[in-house]
């Protein structure tokens, strides 16, 4: 009677690729418990499954996952790994002070507040500050990551989610941000990307902050409340880049094709160490910029227009707040040989126009992709949005936008819209007057 083992190595491979995998955007696909306990029937398996497992690891900032880095980095398993997932969270002694300050405030239980505190942070405070003060953190990541020889994707993440407890949910988004700007993201930074530059490894895949791809939202909100809940910017790390570093830079990621960002909202960005940062990687050819809210922070026309980026192929742009049209359709037209596919969600300019950047990019572009989705805004005033209904009739559809870019249609969705609401005037009050006689349905 035949049985899976029957099967040869390859289809038994993409077998156990349906049990648990990680693409290069860090998105995981299935349960890696599953693929262990497979390795567990026999042998055969547990070779086959071996190389799965170890292919994309994920790191945690504390004594264990530096015990665990640094055993993996010692054994055969090191050659299998080729993506890895720094995860840090920060108890640092500035940090410290501040939760000790904030932590309970106007809380309702007192006492839970204060054990969380007790057992929980400051356990991990001591243990950051041993690891630092010995240098053995930068020790082993020196040591280990060099062994990694087939790494070809980082990502580096600040993270609350799975390992603090209800603790950190007590606190404002707003006020997350002083862990964000914790010099512990900065100081990782370096040691990994001092330890890539000194080895023979070609990392073509950086993610610095969580970014989130959904593209099934149906408003900003969605988006917006995905973003703000514990995975905070890499604010240190983006404050941290400077020109004297520019030759580490191009030295670490000599191979990097594939480079997405998270920035703050309302904490100053150094766009000219990010600008120096980013032209470094010669071969890029995909940029992501994901604000992690929308607002007040903007990409600078000098940020914009200082980007040079000979091979860049793919350009995503989420929730992002641009100083002015123009500098987004010089960038556009200075890099229109190269660009293939372009992402934007829920943009807003200061000054300028969307329809005037519609219309340029289906001048200057030809594009094999284009998403377009969300709404977009100049001076907080929306100007258009993808699948717009007013009064309960559909004014664009979700691709008007593309299409009319892509040179699939002539119709200009802006025309559509004003010829809707000359026909239609929207309510001054806004939708919810349709539900209260509304003449227009």
Same mark, same amino acid.
């Given at each position: 009677?035949?049985?899976?083992?029957?099967? *040869? %190595?390859?289809?038994?491979?993409?077998? $156990? =690729? $349906?049990?648990?995998?990680?693409?290069?955007?860090?998105?995981?696909?299935?349960?890696?418990? %599953?693929?262990?306990?497979?390795?567990?029937?026999?042998?055969?398996?547990?070779? &086959?499954?071996?190389?799965?497992? @170890?292919?994309?690891?994920?790191?945690?900032?504390?004594?264990?996952?530096?015990?665990?880095?640094?055993?993996?980095?010692?054994?055969?398993?090191?050659?299998? +790994?080729?993506?890895?997932?720094?995860?840090?969270?920060?108890?640092?002694?500035?940090?410290?002070?501040?939760?000790?300050?904030?932590?309970?405030?106007?809380? @309702?239980?007192?006492?839970?507040? /204060?054990?969380?505190?007790? !057992?929980?942070?400051?356990?991990?405070?001591?243990?950051?500050?041993?690891?630092?003060?010995?240098?053995?953190?930068?020790?082993?990541?020196?040591?280990? &990551?060099?062994? $990694?020889?087939?790494?070809?994707?980082?990502?580096?993440?600040?993270?609350?989610?799975?390992?603090?407890?209800?603790?950190?949910?007590?606190?404002?988004?707003?006020?997350?941000?002083?862990?964000?700007?914790?010099?512990?993201?900065?100081?990782?930074?370096?040691?990994?990307?001092?330890?890539?530059?000194?080895?023979? &490894?070609?990392?073509?895949?950086?993610?610095?902050?969580?970014?989130?791809?959904?593209?099934?939202? /149906?408003?900003?909100? +969605?988006? /917006?409340?995905?973003?703000?809940?514990?995975? *905070?910017?890499?604010?240190?790390?983006?404050?941290?880049?400077?020109?004297?570093?520019?030759?580490?830079?191009?030295?670490?990621?000599?191979?990097?094709?594939?480079?997405?960002?998270?920035?703050?909202?309302?904490?100053?960005?150094?766009?000219?160490?990010?600008?120096?940062?980013?032209?470094?990687?010669?071969?890029?050819?995909?940029?992501?910029?994901? @604000?992690?809210?929308?607002?007040?922070?903007?990409?600078?026309?000098?940020?914009?227009?200082?980007?040079?980026?000979?091979? !860049?192929?793919?350009?995503?742009? %989420?929730?992002?707040?641009?100083?002015?049209?123009?500098?987004?359709? %010089?960038?556009?037209?200075? /890099?229109?040989?190269?660009?293939? &596919?372009?992402?934007?969600?829920?943009?807003?300019?200061?000054?300028?126009?969307?329809?005037?950047?519609?219309?340029?990019?289906?001048?200057?572009?030809?594009?094999?992709?284009?998403?377009?989705?969300?709404?977009?805004?100049?001076?907080?005033?929306?100007?258009?949005?993808?699948?717009?209904?007013?009064?309960?009739?559909?004014?664009?559809?979700?691709?008007?936008?593309? =299409? @009319?870019?892509?040179?699939?249609?002539?119709?200009? *969705?802006? =025309?559509?819209?004003?010829?809707?609401?000359?026909?239609?005037? *929207?309510?001054?009050?806004?939708?919810?007057?349709?539900?209260?006689?509304?003449?227009?349905?």
């Amino acid at each position: 009677m035949a049985t899976i083992l029957h099967l *040869p %190595d390859e289809i038994l491979l993409k077998i $156990f =690729d $349906f049990l648990y995998y990680v693409d290069d955007n860090f998105k995981i696909y299935g349960n890696k418990n %599953d693929l262990l306990a497979s390795r567990l029937v026999c042998k055969r398996l547990a070779t &086959i499954g071996k190389r799965l497992s @170890f292919e994309h690891i994920t790191f945690i900032n504390d004594i264990k996952g530096y015990k665990r880095l640094l055993i993996l980095s010692q054994s055969p398993a090191a050659n299998n +790994v080729r993506r890895l997932s720094c995860y840090f969270q920060a108890f640092d002694t500035v940090t410290t002070e501040y939760v000790d300050r904030v932590f309970g405030w106007g809380h @309702f239980d007192m006492q839970k507040v /204060h054990e969380m505190y007790e !057992l929980q942070y400051l356990p991990r405070n001591r243990q950051q500050t041993r690891l630092q003060a010995r240098g053995l953190d930068m020790g082993v990541l020196n040591k280990a &990551i060099p062994s $990694f020889e087939r790494l070809r994707a980082v990502n580096i993440m600040q993270d609350f989610s799975d390992r603090y407890g209800d603790m950190f949910q007590i606190l404002d988004p707003h006020l997350r941000a002083t862990f964000a700007c914790s010099p512990l993201g900065q100081r990782l930074f370096e040691a990994i990307t001092g330890a890539i530059s000194d080895s023979q &490894i070609g990392i073509e895949v950086l993610q610095l902050g969580h970014i989130e791809d959904n593209k099934h939202f /149906h408003d900003a909100s +969605v988006l /917006h409340k995905l973003n703000r809940i514990y995975q *905070p910017p890499m604010i240190s790390i983006i404050q941290g880049f400077t020109i004297t570093r520019r030759g580490l830079y191009q030295q670490a990621f000599r191979r990097l094709r594939r480079l997405r960002i998270r920035l703050p909202l309302k904490v100053d960005s150094n766009y000219n160490g990010l600008s120096t940062f980013i032209q470094s990687a010669l071969l890029l050819e995909e940029l992501w910029i994901q @604000f992690n809210y929308q607002g007040e922070q903007a990409l600078t026309s000098n940020f914009v227009r200082s980007l040079k980026l000979s091979r !860049l192929r793919i350009l995503r742009l %989420d929730l992002v707040l641009i100083e002015d049209s123009l500098c987004l359709i %010089d960038f556009l037209g200075k /890099h229109a040989t190269s660009l293939k &596919i372009i992402s934007f969600r829920e943009l807003e300019l200061k000054t300028g126009s969307w329809e005037t950047v519609f219309i340029e990019m289906k001048k200057l572009l030809t594009l094999s992709s284009v998403y377009i989705r969300g709404a977009f805004e100049t001076r907080k005033v929306m100007e258009i949005k993808s699948g717009l209904t007013e009064h309960g009739r559909t004014v664009l559809s979700d691709e008007a936008i593309e =299409d @009319f870019i892509q040179c699939k249609t002539d119709d200009n *969705p802006f =025309d559509l819209l004003r010829s809707a609401r000359r026909d239609f005037p *929207p309510h001054s009050g806004g939708d919810w007057q349709c539900w209260d006689g509304c003449p227009y349905r």
